[in-house]
């Protein structure tokens, strides 16, 4: 069963418009949730995080928005630049689990200048 | 800043050879992890492992072992190649003052023949 889903296979928006991203899990256990963005032909790089006890954190130009009653969360990038095209995976951990983290599929995001 | 190796970035085996894929780690980080990604099904958890000699199997560990004698390196071992084994292979660690942001190596791009 897939815990942490990501619907959307692929994005595509045009430079400087906002990007949204979605995520839901299942998993009521997860405590910490993550979104970390993957260039081809490179490991993933941490992007974002967000805490159960938060349901919005900000960095620059991303912000994680987390509904806990829905459980679902969002990514979004504004505003949206070429660079940020990349695929991005959202990934959750649940505590006392080793700091595992279980993954969705990815959404390939494309900025389109 | 983290720094995630990975012995190879492309390697090529035959079926039924035994593949060795080496990860090492320069942080200190307890907490190392293997996945592998493949097309449509985002990152899986192979392996992982809390500290030295001490592992604890992930989600698809069927086919694979694993070996963790020195903390900084953490090694995949494929004890008989079989061609469902092409992949992405990416090793992750984690440890203070990080909370749950794995760091990612480049990756390995199997492909057994």
């Known amino acids: 069963d897939q815990q942490v889903k990501q619907n959307s296979p692929s994005l595509s928006v045009q430079e400087g418009r906002i990007s949204i991203l979605n995520c839901d899990y299942t998993?009521?256990?997860?405590?910490?949730f993550l979104w970390y963005k993957k260039y081809p032909a490179e490991g993933p790089t941490f992007l974002i995080s967000?805490?159960?006890?938060?349901d919005k954190n900000e960095d620059g130009r991303f912000t994680v928005f987390l509904n806990k009653s829905a459980k679902h969360l969002s990514l979004h990038i504004v505003p949206s630049q070429p660079g940020d095209s990349a695929v991005y995976f959202c990934?959750?951990?649940?505590?006392?689990?080793?700091?595992?983290?279980?993954f969705g599929k990815g959404t390939l995001l494309t900025v389109n200048p | 800043d983290v720094k995630v190796t990975q012995s190879s970035r492309y390697l090529v085996k035959r079926t039924g050879e035994k593949v060795f894929l080496e990860c090492v780690q320069d942080?200190?980080?307890?907490?190392m992890f293997w996945y592998r990604q493949d097309p449509g099904l985002g990152l899986r958890l192979i392996y992982f492992?809390?500290?030295?000699?001490?592992?604890e199997k992930g989600d698809i560990p069927e086919g694979y072992s694993v070996s963790r004698e020195k903390k900084e390196r953490f090694s995949l071992i494929l004890e008989s190649a079989s061609t469902n084994q092409t992949s992405m292979y990416l090793c992750?660690?984690?440890?203070?003052?990080?909370?749950?942001?794995?760091?990612f190596g480049p990756g390995t791009r199997l492909t057994v023949l």
């Open positions: 990934a959750a951990s649940a505590e006392g689990s080793n700091y595992k983290l279980t």
């Open positions: 998993n009521s256990m997860f405590d910490y």
């Open positions: 967000i805490s159960s006890i938060k």
């Open positions: 942080m200190d980080h307890e907490n």
């Open positions: 492992s809390y500290d030295v000699k001490m592992k």
């Open positions: 992750a660690s984690l440890g203070p003052p990080f909370v749950d942001e794995q760091f």
